[in-house]
T-cell receptor, first 114, second 111 residues
Framework: EPEVTQTPSHQVTQMGQEVILRCVPISNHLYFYWYRQILGQKVEFLVSFYNNEISEKSEIFDDQFSVERPDGSNFTLKIRSTKLEDSAMYFCASSEWQHSRGYTFGSGTRLTVV | QKEVEQDPGPLSVPEGAIVSLNCTYSNSAFQYFMWYRQYSRKGPELLMY????GNKEDGRFTAQVDKSSKYISLFIRDSQPSDSATYLCAMSQGGSEKLVFGKGTKLTVNP
C-alpha cells in the first residue's frame, strides 16, 4: 500500500537553529499538508500546499515556518529559528482530492529543541 | 466552548465488546467528518470518512453523524486486541483544507 515517508524520524536541535523536515508524499497525490502534535495535545493544522503554493495556513504558521516542494517528489517544512515550544511530532500528509476526503499521514518526525 | 471535544478516556473493554466513541463540536459549518486511528509512535490512519449527516458502515466499524445535535460517533463491533489504539475524530468545513481534530480517546481491548 502506498505510504507517506518522513525523514528523519527523530531530530534534536539547539534553540535558534534551523531545521528542515522532509516528506515524500504518495506519488499521484496533489495536495500536501503539515500538522503538528505537541505531547499530550491535539493534532493541529499548520499548512496546506497545492500547485506549488500555500493554499491555507493556520495562525501557528508564522514567518519562522516555510514549505517547499523542491522537486517532483519531496515536500519540506523549514523552521528558521527553533524555539523550545516547537518541540512536537510533525506529521506530513497528502491527498488525491481537495477538501479532506481523508488524508494519508506519514509516521511523523519527532522534533526536540533543547 | 472548544471547537471539537472528545473524551480522552482511557477506555478499557474486553475482547468482543461493542465500543462507542464520540465527539461533539460547536462549528455548524463542519461538513466532512472523519475517524482516524493512531498507534503509538505512528501517524493517524484514516478509518472512516463521512460527508454531512447519516451512517456509514465498513466491516466492524460504523460511523454516525448527527448534524442537528453536532455529535458524531464511531462504533466498533466485536472489538479485537489489535483495535487497541487512540481514536481521533476530525472534521472540516467546505472550502477549507484544515482538519480540526479532537484530542483522541485511548482504547484498550483486553484479550
Amino acid at each position: 500500500e502506498p505510504e507517506v515517508t518522513q525523514t528523519p524520524s527523530h531530530q534534536v536541535t539547539q534553540m535558534g537553529q534551523e531545521v528542515i523536515l522532509r516528506c515524500v508524499p504518495i506519488s499521484n497525490h496533489l495536495y500536501f499538508y503539515w500538522y503538528r502534535q505537541i505531547l499530550g495535545q491535539k493534532v493541529e493544522f499548520l499548512v496546506s500546499f497545492y500547485n506549488n503554493e500555500i493554499s491555507e495556513k493556520s495562525e501557528i504558521f508564522d514567518d519562522q515556518f516555510s514549505v517547499e516542494r523542491p522537486d517532483g517528489s519531496n515536500f519540506t517544512l523549514k523552521i528558521r529559528s527553533t524555539k523550545l515550544e516547537d518541540s512536537a511530532m510533525y506529521f506530513c500528509a497528502s491527498s488525491e482530492w481537495q477538501h479532506s476526503r481523508g488524508y494519508t499521514f506519514g509516521s511523523g518526525t519527532r522534533l526536540t529543541v533543547v | 466552548q472548544k471547537e471539537v471535544e472528545q473524551d480522552p478516556g482511557p477506555l478499557s473493554v474486553p475482547e468482543g465488546a461493542i465500543v462507542s466513541l464520540n465527539c461533539t463540536y460547536s462549528n455548524s459549518a463542519f461538513q466532512y467528518f472523519m475517524w482516524y486511528r493512531q498507534y503509538s509512535r505512528k501517524g493517524p490512519e484514516l478509518l472512516m470518512y463521512t460527508y454531512s449527516s447519516g451512517n456509514k458502515e465498513d466491516g466492524r466499524f460504523t460511523a454516525q453523524v448527527d448534524k442537528s445535535s453536532k455529535y458524531i460517533s464511531l462504533f466498533i463491533r466485536d472489538s479485537q486486541p489489535s483495535d487497541s489504539a487512540t481514536y481521533l475524530c476530525a472534521m472540516s468545513q467546505g472550502g477549507s483544507e484544515k482538519l480540526v481534530f479532537g484530542k483522541g480517546t485511548k482504547l484498550t481491548v483486553n484479550p
